[in-house]
């Protein structure tokens, strides 16, 4: 079964960076389209970026575009999320997603994601 962990979130300072990790496992996910997510305090999970598994394409919320850089190791099944110039803003649970055959104009449609990890805080004080 397919399991994703993430790690790599905690504490920043304003302007400072973080780099979350996703380990992915329990399958190969080459139709696979790899998400980021969060969800911050009050409010419903919101899509960050997206990598397609074949091909490595990308995309971004406007939120974080710039800013914000997903990547991916094939061989070691691994997703990132490279989170820099943080802004207070930014804080909030982030979560890796894995969708399978997704048609890649959906990438952010939070329900097409069959596959979620449990979440890693990131917390940005000013």
């Known amino acids: 079964q397919v399991q994703l962990v993430e790690s790599g979130g905690g504490l920043v300072q304003t302007g400072g960076s973080l780099r979350l990790s996703c380990a992915a496992s329990?399958?190969?996910?080459?139709?696979?389209?790899m998400g980021w997510f969060r969800q911050l305090p009050g409010k419903e999970r919101e899509f960050v970026a997206a990598?397609?598994?074949?091909?490595?394409?990308?995309r971004y919320a406007d939120s974080v575009k710039g800013r914000f850089s997903v990547s991916k190791d094939t061989a070691k099944k691994m997703v990132y999320l490279q989170m820099n110039s943080l802004k207070p803003e930014d804080t909030a649970v982030y979560y890796c997603?894995?969708?399978?055959?997704?048609?890649?104009?959906?990438?952010?449609?939070?329900?097409?994601?069959?596959?979620w990890g449990q979440g890693t805080q990131v917390t940005v004080s000013s």
């Open positions: 329990g399958r190969t996910f080459t139709d696979y389209t």
């Open positions: 990598i397609r598994w074949r091909g490595g394409s990308t």
């Open positions: 997603a894995a969708g399978a055959r997704l048609i890649w104009s959906t990438y952010d449609r939070e329900t097409l994601y069959g596959h």
